[in-house]
């Protein structure tokens, strides 16, 4: 009796897990775009994304690492900050802060959203430029580890020990940060 209980909570676990995305494993790229497909915005070719500015029609835009990098490369100096949107860690900081931040020091600001969810990718931020959100289908994972490994390394990236900061000199990777304060 005790075995066949065991195994009807087990079946309906299973069953409800496979029918939701588990935040904080996946991406939530299906459900973002079932629910709010206006909120993201693919660009077919990568002609035009370095011009993209954040506004209420370009919240966020999907891309690669390697688009990113067509649009950093141009840049003197850039940040590239890992976006969890409903971190509370104290590493993690809001994209208004991190924008103004980086605009006193003269730095050009990415936030790269490292998973997609629709409540606070519709809030309104002051932000220069639209968040990226990662090219899910491009990387063929849906997986957050996976993907984002593959986009870092698109850019280079490969110092990613817990860092959410990411400062590059004309494209090119210099070092990563944990603390914004230290980004001069």
Request: hydrophobic content about 35%; overall charge positive; some cysteine.
């Amino acid at each position: 009796m005790k075995k066949n209980i065991f195994l009807i909570i087990l079946v309906m676990f299973i069953t409800y897990s496979c029918s939701i995305e588990i935040q904080g494993f996946f991406s939530g790229y299906k459900k973002t775009m079932k629910r709010d497909p206006n909120l993201l915005k693919v660009i077919a070719d990568s002609e035009g994304i370095c011009e993209a500015k954040y506004s209420d029609s370009c919240k966020v835009l999907v891309l690669n690492g390697k688009d990113l990098q067509q649009c950093i490369k141009t840049e003197e100096r850039t940040v590239i900050y890992l976006w969890s949107p409903h971190c509370t860690s104290r590493y993690c900081y809001g994209l208004d802060r991190l924008q103004q931040y980086m605009n006193d020091k003269g730095i050009v600001f990415y936030a790269v959203a490292d998973y997609y969810d629709s409540r606070p990718m519709k809030a309104y931020y002051n932000l220069e430029y639209p968040i990226i959100g990662v090219d899910v289908t491009y990387y063929k994972s849906y997986t957050i580890t996976s993907y984002l490994k593959k986009f870092l390394a698109d850019l280079s990236i490969n110092d990613t020990a817990s860092a959410r900061l990411f400062y590059l000199e004309r494209g090119k990777f210099i070092r990563s940060f944990r603390e914004l304060e230290e980004i001069q």
